[in-house]
């Protein structure tokens, strides 16, 4: 999983809990050093058990931790990354782009075969107005936290909007497949 998403988490424990709750994460996750580079893959399984790590020490259910990391991580990158959002006018925009801003993070990543991992997480399947499919194919299974990073999108737009998960690696599909309908607000 491409650093970005350590970070972002082991960031927001470190400014919530300190410094030895990060100690602790590591501990808790058995990860020898936790790692918030941006441009390197890390190893799911590590992902994953920080993700549980941390949903612990924050006393949070695995749907409440991913919506606390979709708010974070918007929050992070408007400071971080502002550009992402002036390229999108919109939340299906954004999550349109989004692919080749997961691809971008991934471009540092000099092993080819773990760049093109990373690459091909995230595809776009359909796209209309008012409408986008995207498909997650990823052995972390983190399609929550898309589901969650929608809904936060929404609200930073100030739209409404549903997401369907029409297949999902966790019922045995070959990929998430998120089928999302986006509504114009009146004006």
């Known amino acids: 999983m491409i650093g970005l998403i350590q970070r972002v988490?082991?960031?927001?424990?470190?400014s919530t809990l300190g410094e030895s709750a990060v100690r602790q994460l590591a501990a808790d996750a058995?990860?020898?050093?936790?790692?918030?580079?941006?441009?390197?893959d890390y190893d799911d399984a590590e992902c994953?058990?920080?993700?549980?790590?941390?949903g612990k020490a924050l006393g949070l259910d695995q749907e409440a931790l991913?919506?606390?990391y979709a708010d974070i991580f918007v929050k992070w990158t408007l400071v971080h990354y502002p550009m992402f959002f002036q390229m999108a006018d919109s939340a299906q925009a954004f999550l349109a782009r989004q692919p080749a801003i997961h691809a971008s993070m991934g471009a540092g990543i000099r092993d080819a075969q773990l760049r093109?991992?990373?690459?091909?997480?995230?595809?776009?399947?359909?796209?209309?107005p008012g409408r986008l499919v995207v498909e997650y194919r990823s052995e972390n299974g983190l399609c929550g936290l898309y589901r969650a990073l929608f809904r936060r999108l929404l609200e930073h737009y100030g739209e409404r909007g549903r997401c369907e998960e029409t297949g999902c690696m966790h019922r045995g599909d070959d990929y998430c497949r998120f089928v999302m309908h986006f509504e114009e607000l009146p004006a």
């Open 48 to 54: 994953l058990r920080l993700f549980d790590a941390a």
């Open 30 to 40: 058995g990860i020898e050093t936790l790692g918030r580079r941006i441009d390197t």
């Open 9 to 14: 988490l082991i960031d927001h424990i470190e």
């Open 66 to 68: 991913m919506a606390l």
């Open 116 to 128: 093109a991992r990373v690459n091909d997480k995230f595809r776009i399947v359909e796209q209309h």
